[in-house]
């Protein structure tokens, strides 16, 4: 069947060095653009892509499409680092130029196999703006970095009846001497699934069926994206995307949603069996994580800071997106946390300011920086509304608000010049037991906040795009509040 053309199906390759050239001189004095998170520096990024520890470094790879803030044909972008924080941008991993892959390289995960880094990824093949259909393919970085698409490609050509052509993003692992890969899916009926591959190799695949898991989503779920398989601390846990997930009660308010299902995988019987599930995080800017396992058996996560079929305000400037800061993922009390890594303190510039202070009303902290790591400890006493403030200016604010009667914690984006998703709300919250004590952690960096609550229970990861002097951080109560509080200044 002939293949589908439009302007956004190019490669990196088409392109001039003076094109590229405006392209990055574009965006170069952008006062959005993040310090230490990871970003493009023209075009726009989605999904982390291939994350490993390998050979002693860090590779992240992520979806990327060079010309402009929009979605077309993705090139796997490439980053590594010894410690997570000092990155270094290496040349793009993944370009689409063959037939297997003619509309994109899409996203995939990685798996080290005999030495080297198998790079599984998909193949997106478009045939019209509706009609697609999906090959699984392989690139193989070695030792020394080279990265070559494997000769035999594709490995899973098309996809397996019963399901459309949205089959994607493949997720392989080990159990014993037998491969296995996740993919998610669409079934004919247009809902969606994750079905499962297995292999004795990485190389040869073969189709073993759909994954059941006793999970009632409703029928509105049209896809599965990015499934994620992993154990932590005892217990099997499946990440996904699924999309069509309406809002209900705290949850699910972004157009696409990400959850975590604790449960016990069977790989004979191809079940899961759900103990409990959960969104993910609770901001507006998060989806399509991937997690891969550190030096010392860590869980590390990374997630896309972004949502799709958004407008975001540096679209005009070229550019879109960035990836969150990897996080720690540990399983307590039947609930996944998730902190920043260790490593992330050496962001840290040493200037630290350590406070103790009472409010009553709203106090403001002399600050003047745009990344910035903060650490409150809020003792309630008497209050019943309390929280802060961030990007805080006299016209604009991020609104982090506990509220004890309610037992609900809620962030307002509300109050920027530069608003944009708001067809999709301007509050997140999420149930949680504030009692006496409530620990609140923040990184900032720029134009985008992560805040993570009682050590990772609740989690907003939320794009803001303030003007220059909405800098400020505001603590208010409405009640006597004590608030200790820890601010570093992080490095640029
Ligand atoms: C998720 C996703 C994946 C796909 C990729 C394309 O954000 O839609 O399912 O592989 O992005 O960029």
């Not at 590594?80 to 130029?97: C, G, H």
């Not at 996904?240 to 949603?257: A, C, E, F, I, R």
């Not at 003007?467 to 490095?491: A, H, R, V």
Request: hydrophobic share 35%; charged share 25%.
């Amino acid at each position: 069947m002939e293949r589908y053309t439009e302007p956004k199906y190019r490669t990196i390759y088409e392109a001039t060095e003076e094109e590229l050239e405006q392209l990055r001189l574009k965006s170069i004095h952008s006062k959005w653009k993040p310090n230490f998170h990871i970003h493009p520096q023209y075009g726009l990024i989605n999904d982390p892509n291939g994350l490993a520890y390998f050979n002693g470094e860090y590779h992240v790879f992520y979806q990327w499409y060079p010309f402009g803030a929009m979605h077309g044909m993705k090139h796997w972008a490439h980053a590594k680092s010894k410690d997570l924080v000092n990155w270094e941008r290496l040349p793009v991993a993944i370009v689409p130029v063959e037939d297997y892959e003619s509309h994109g390289a899409y996203s995939g995960a990685s798996l080290e196999i005999d030495g080297k880094l198998y790079l599984y990824y998909t193949g997106n093949i478009k045939y019209s703006a509706e009609e697609r259909s999906a090959n699984q393919n392989l690139a193989i970085m070695d030792r020394d970095g080279n990265i070559t698409k494997y000769e035999n490609n594709p490995l899973i050509e098309g996809v397996p009846s019963g399901f459309t052509g949205h089959v994607r993003d493949p997720k392989v692992f080990q159990k014993g001497d037998t491969y296995y890969m996740m993919l998610g899916a669409q079934r004919t009926d247009l809902t969606g699934a994750i079905i499962v591959y297995e292999s004795s190799n990485g190389i040869d695949w073969s189709f073993k069926g759909e994954l059941n898991i006793n999970l009632e989503l409703p029928d509105s779920v049209y896809m599965l994206e990015c499934p994620d398989y992993f154990e932590l601390d005892g217990k099997d846990v499946i990440v996904v995307s699924p999309q069509g997930l309406k809002p209900d009660g705290h949850d699910y308010h972004n157009l696409y949603n990400v959850i975590y299902v604790i449960g016990k995988l069977n790989l004979e019987t191809l079940t899961f069996d759900v103990e409990t599930y959960q969104e993910l995080d609770k901001g507006f800017d998060f989806y399509a994580p991937q997690t891969f396992t550190g030096p010392n058996n860590e869980r590390f996560l990374y997630a896309w800071a972004g949502m799709g079929e958004i407008d975001y305000p540096t679209d005009k400037e070229d550019w879109a997106h960035c990836l969150s800061l990897p996080r720690e993922l540990n399983l307590v009390n039947g609930k996944v946390l998730q902190k920043p890594a260790d490593s992330l303190k050496l962001l840290r510039k040493g200037q630290k300011v350590k406070e103790l202070m009472t409010v009553e009303g709203v106090k403001e902290i002399d600050h003047e920086s745009s990344q910035y790591e903060l650490e409150l400890d809020f003792q309630n006493k008497t209050s019943s509304t309390f929280g802060v403030e961030l990007f805080a200016s006299d016209t604009e604010g991020l609104v982090l608000q506990f509220n004890k009667e309610k037992q609900v914690v809620s962030l307002n984006r509300e109050k920027f010049d530069a608003v944009f998703g708001e067809e999709f709300g301007i509050i997140r919250s999420a149930e949680l037991e504030i009692g006496d004590i409530t620990k609140v952690q923040v990184i900032v960096d720029r134009s985008i906040a992560e805040i993570f609550i009682n050590d990772g229970e609740v989690v907003f990861t939320t794009r803001v795009f303030p003007k220059s002097e909405s800098n400020g951080i505001k603590i208010y109560s409405d009640g006597k509040l004590e608030c200790s509080f820890t601010k570093y200044e992080l490095s640029e």
